[in-house]
T-cell receptor, first 114, second 113 residues
Framework: AQSVSQHNHHVILSEAASLELGCNYS??????LFWYVQYPGQHLQLLLK??????LVKGIKGFEAEFIKSKFSFNLRKPSVQWSDTAEYFC????????????FGQGTTLQVKP | DTGVSQDPRHKITKRGQNVTFRCDPI?????LYWYRQTLGQGPEFLTY????????KSRLLSDRFSAERPKGSFSTLEIQRTEQGDSAMYLC???????????FGPGTRLTVL
């Protein structure tokens, strides 16, 4: 069955610290991968996505993620976090075929201390 | 503004009542998803449509839940005989498959008293 697992449920960092949030997925085929962010009181917004090509993808606000096919992973990174990055982060996967549902992980709450 | 709208934004109802939510996706998008999200959890898949066809419905969804997407445009999600456990944020997303991004609406927050 298709599933997404995020290892860190709650992460607390100080400003300027580096960030890495883990995401592993289970799916028997080619996938498209996403990271979404949900700021307090706002709806989900796309941070970045991977469909094909270079496995290192860059998104908005200095975020990047690396797709490692052999590990079924799509970890999110940012070299230096800011207080404004405080939010919930969700990893999601959908099969690349014409059918398939978009499945989300349980999310990681990131708290950045000023 | 992502272009996906949902109505109403908030709904308070009494247990046992029926409620209906509407989602208007981005017009050219061919796929529409419904999710439920509770505090501290990721969006939980409910059902999705490819154009007007409902392709899958979550096994977690009871028979009290039904969704439609007539003519492949807007979609409605109805919950019959609401229960307190139905209280959640109901999210709609639309995508232009196969290579599109999922755009989410603001959600409808349901409170069942």
């Amino acid at each position: 069955a298709q599933s997404v697992s995020q290892h860190n449920h709650h992460v607390i960092l100080s400003e300027a610290a580096s960030l890495e949030l883990g995401c592993n997925y289970s799916y028997g085929g080619t996938v498209n991968l996403f990271w979404y962010v949900q700021y307090p009181g706002q709806h989900l917004q796309l941070l970045l996505k991977y469909f094909s090509g270079d496995p290192l993808v860059k998104g908005i606000k200095g975020f990047e993620a690396e797709f490692i096919k052999s590990k079924f992973s799509f970890n999110l990174r940012k070299p230096s976090v800011q207080w404004s990055d405080t939010a919930e982060y969700f990893c999601a996967v959908v099969g690349s075929s014409n059918t398939g549902k978009l499945i989300f992980g349980q999310g990681t709450t990131l708290q950045v201390k000023p | 503004d992502t272009g996906v709208s949902q109505d109403p934004r908030h709904k308070i109802t009494k247990r046992g009542q029926n409620v209906t939510f509407r989602c208007d996706p981005i017009s050219e998008h061919n796929r529409l998803y419904w999710y439920r999200q509770t505090l501290g959890q990721g969006p939980e898949f409910l059902t999705y449509f490819q154009n007007e066809a409902q392709l899958e419905k979550s096994r977690l969804l009871s028979d009290r839940f039904s969704a439609e997407r007539p003519k492949g445009s807007f979609s409605t999600l109805e919950i019959q005989r609401t229960e307190q456990g139905d209280s959640a944020m109901y999210l709609c997303a639309s995508i232009l498959m196969p290579q599109g991004d999922a755009f989410f609406g603001p959600g409808t927050r349901l409170t069942v008293l």
